[in-house]
Each structure stands twice: as C-alpha cells, then as structure tokens.
C-alpha cells in the first residue's frame, strides 16, 4: 500500500510539473526549461527507485507463496502417509511402505538388522546394511515386529501381485522391486548376507518365512541354519533346524540349485510354476509363483504356494501375503 500512494503522488506531481512546463509556451525562458527539466529528471530518478523496490516486493511476494505453496503440499504428503501407515498398524497389514525409519538410520555400519535393533532402533523400516565382502551398503526392510529374536532383514515379499516374478536368471541374481513394496533382494545378495552373518562375526545364519492367506489365517517356518552357495554352484540352498506352525516343506528343496525359465536344470518346473525357486521334483513350496490375481488360473501347479496349507487351514484358500526374512545369531 505504502508503495502504491508513492507511485499515485508522483503522477500526480509528474502531471503538475508537465502542465507547467507546457503551459508557459515560448514565453518560457530558457532557464525556466533548465529548472523544470531538472525537476522532472529528479520526479524520473525516484520513480525509478519506487519502482524497484515494487519488483523486488513482487518478487519476495511470489517467492514466498511458492514457498508456502510447496511447504502445503509437503505437509499434506507426509500427512498422507502418516494415515497409511497408522491404518496398516490398525489393520495389523505388513505392507512395510513408510519411509521415515530409513531417515533416521544410525551412522554405524550395520551388518544386518538384528544389530540396529540391539543397539535401539526398533522401528521396522528401510536401513543400509553393510556388506563386508564387497565393501558397499544395499538399502533393506528391516522388521523389527515379528519373533522372540527381533530385527529381521527382509529378503522376499509378496503383497499385492505388483511385481512380477517371473523373470530371468539375471533378474534373480541382481534382485527386482522395491524394499518398500514387493521385492526379491537377490541371489547375489542373500549370499552376501548368509556369508556376512556365518564368517564375519562368527555367528549363523537363521531364516524365518511367514505367510497368511486370504481368510486371514498367519502361520510361520523357521529354520536354525540357512545359506546358499556361489553363483557357480547355482545359489545351492542349505537349510535345516525347523521349527514353527506351517510344516516343514522347505526341506524339499534342501541341498537344490535355483532355477528360473532360461536357466532351468529341473525339467522344466520354473516355466511350468512361472517363477525361480530351489525346485526339486517342481517342490511342494513355491513362494515366488504366480500372486493369487494375477495371470491364468490358480490351482496348484502355478501359484504361490505352500503345499501344506490345508493342515494350517482346511478352507485351503489362496496365499495373500508371504515374506522371507534372514537373520543372524548373537
């Protein structure tokens, strides 16, 4: 406002001054024309100044809108996902897609996600696990909720069919998906982890796989000792010391190579099941088959299975909701 009166009061005088100046003529004298010319440089000089000092407010003004603007859609955001997040803790849904905890990662390098939790970071959420062999960090889901031990390093998920799993060799060695979503982490890097945790510290490498169907019905495996071989052996699974409330099927597949579509040593089963996995006689386990939407028709040959089911629930419904997860002992 203050800005807008000086510019009103000097029209007014540039006017005035015009007038006068226009009005005397040729009876004007040349000092006259001298003085007025003068006057009208100085009115321009500060119009000039007044002028500035307008851009520079316009531009604070727009600046500082487009700030706000931008802090309103951040905050909505953030707010947005905080709502997501608090109704998947209601409705007691793993979809692990918060992002906060992966901005309060610990300066320490971690080994794996049962160090985080020990050391008091509890929130599940995306940490950098250390790798030691190959001197590098790979962003992890880490559940810190599930079992008496907590702080699991996820490995494998399936959640809502997003991700397609039938895929190449390459694929499953480099790893697919998204740590906050469905993912596969990796041939390589399963490796990687089961070889940090047995050589690095000492210690053994134990998995935990859980699963929950479409009615709702949760049951989990778990095995004492867990690993995998080098890539020239295949990603050969070593797996035994099983405990839990969905059967020991995984032992199916002990002392197998994994195989996928364009890799495949195990007649066939990775084409015929639409996914890699550790097959043997096309295994009674399958967890990276076909999601239960998705694709052809699911019966028992291809789908994400765990053959066992019906002694968990005798409904024998579809999995909705699978997730393999590694750790180490302390």
Sequence with gaps: MMIASRVAMFFVMFAFMMSCTLGNGSDTTDAVDEVAVRLLQQQLDQLQVIVDELEASI???????SCNETMKNLTDTIKLL????ANNSRNGSDDSSSPFAYYNQPVAKYEDCRQIYVDGNTESGMYKIWLVDRFESIPIWCDMDVGSERGWMTIQRRIDGRASFERPWKDYVSGFGSPVAEYWIGLKNIYTLALNVRSSRGGQARLRIDLEDTSGV????????????????????SVSGYSGTAGDLLAVSNNQTFHTNDKDNAKSCAGFKRAGWWYKNCAVAALNGPYPTVGRPHNGAYKMQWKNWTAVNPANPDLRFVSMKLQRYI
């Design 59 to 65: 531009t604070s003004d727009l600046e500082i809108c």
């Design 218 to 237: 949760k049951a989990y495996a778990r095995y004492e000792r867990f690993s995998v071989g080098t890539e020239a052996d295949g990603y050969r699974l």
């Design 82 to 85: 905080r709502e997501r997040e």
